[in-house]
């Protein structure tokens, strides 16, 4: 049985007002929601992260592979009005978020179309819940508020208008973003992008969870030329 319920996205909410845009919810059965987020990577930090940097189950891996279908793809592209089968497609997978994320951004011009897969348990905080906005200059003039619980896809097609952001929340926030891009060689510089700050991340965490009272060698590394060169010339994007 698939893991994706192919009949909720058929009958997602869509809209072309302020931008295009499709919401659905219980996009992943009921029978298969359990292992899917049991099988979820483990991600101790925020940020995006490659799927090449990421330990997971099956019920993920099964996940993973029906997101990268054409049944999906197809399906999608009617939602937002383009086609997406020719478009590179690049996956990535956040596990928190900081309080400064979720600031108001349209997505940059190498992304044709964007898709967030939410992953977590019954949404109960005001912070944290997406919203697509009517203009890019406040967060409180919501188009809609998609909580991100388990099974909730909410998905847009990337202009000038598609603002969107949400409230400040800290702690775990879970989802599978797909972002169709504009050409392979922007497909390729996200990836480099993402892997080299995989990379960076991985390695701090190793100082971090050294033993405590070394904390000459873990000061020092943290402000490390290296590491910062590498962050300066490859800014974070920012999260949703």
Not at 65 to 71: A, G, I, M, T
Request: aromatic share 8%; hydrophobic share 40%.
């Amino acid at each position: 049985m698939a893991v994706l319920d192919y009949t909720a996205l058929e009958g997602a909410h869509s809209s072309h007002d302020p931008f295009d845009f499709a919401v659905a919810t219980g996009m992943i059965r009921p029978a298969h929601l359990g292992a899917v987020l049991a099988d979820f990577p483990a991600i101790t930090h925020s940020g995006l992260m490659p799927l090449s940097a990421l330990k997971y189950g099956p019920a993920f891996a099964a996940l993973i592979d029906e997101l990268r279908s054409e049944s999906f793809s197809s399906i999608l592209s009617r939602k937002l009005g383009l086609d997406l089968s020719r478009r590179p497609l690049m996956i990535t997978v956040r596990g928190r978020c900081h309080a400064k994320d979720g600031r108001i951004h349209t997505d940059s011009r190498d992304k044709v179309a964007t898709a967030l897969l939410y992953l977590n348990k019954p949404w109960e905080s005001a912070g944290g819940r997406l919203r697509f906005l009517r203009r890019g200059d406040s967060l409180e003039d919501p188009v809609a508020e998609i909580p991100p619980d388990a099974g909730t896809l909410a998905a847009f097609r990337v202009c000038a208008r598609s603002f969107h952001g949400h409230n400040p929340y800290i702690g775990v926030r879970r989802y599978v973003m797909l972002n169709w891009m504009a050409n392979h060689a922007a497909l390729w510089r996200e990836l480099a992008r993402h892997q080299l700050s995989a990379g960076i991340k991985s390695i701090l965490s190793v100082f971090r969870n050294r033993d405590p009272l070394n904390t000459n060698e873990t000061s020092q590394h943290s402000g490390c030329s290296q590491c910062d060169d590498h962050l300066r010339r490859f800014p974070r994007r920012r999260p949703f």
